[in-house]
């Protein structure tokens, strides 16, 4: 059983950075999809960043140019790096990993999910 556990989150001032990440325990990633999806209060869970087991990346637009997804499989992470942070990016930030199914932003397509790190950002 694969178990996610995101880290990283915090305050920030608007134009700051953050870097998430996103550890796995109980398997290797070596062959999962992995996704950030974020959840701002009131509001449907949005997928922000996804990367394939052959490091193909996708992003929302809001997050081209700013966001960076990348992995790890040594280390068992998968990392978001967040620069020119705005207070629309204010959320939980979760992680998710799939085996059986591509790199997607969209939550249906993934079977393991975190916790869930609290990421806002003051204007």
């Known amino acids: 059983q694969l178990h996610l556990v995101e880290s990283g989150g915090g305050l920030v001032q608007s134009g700051g950075s953050l870097r998430l990440s996103c550890t796995a325990s109980?398997?290797?990633?070596?062959?999962?999809?992995i996704g950030w999806f974020r959840q701002a209060p009131g509001k449907e869970r949005e997928g922000v960043a996804c990367i394939s087991s052959s490091y193909g990346t996708n992003y929302i637009d809001p997050a081209k140019g700013r966001f960076t997804i990348s992995r790890d499989n040594a280390k068992n992470t998968v990392s978001l790096q967040m620069n020119n942070l705005k207070p629309e990016d204010t959320a939980t930030y979760y992680c998710?990993?799939?085996?059986?199914?591509?790199?997607?932003?969209?939550?249906?397509?993934?079977?393991?999910w975190g916790q869930g790190t609290q990421v806002t950002v003051s204007s």
């Open positions: 998710a990993a799939t085996r059986l199914r591509p790199a997607s932003l969209k939550e249906g397509m993934y079977d393991y």
């Open positions: 109980g398997s290797t990633l070596d062959y999962y999809a």
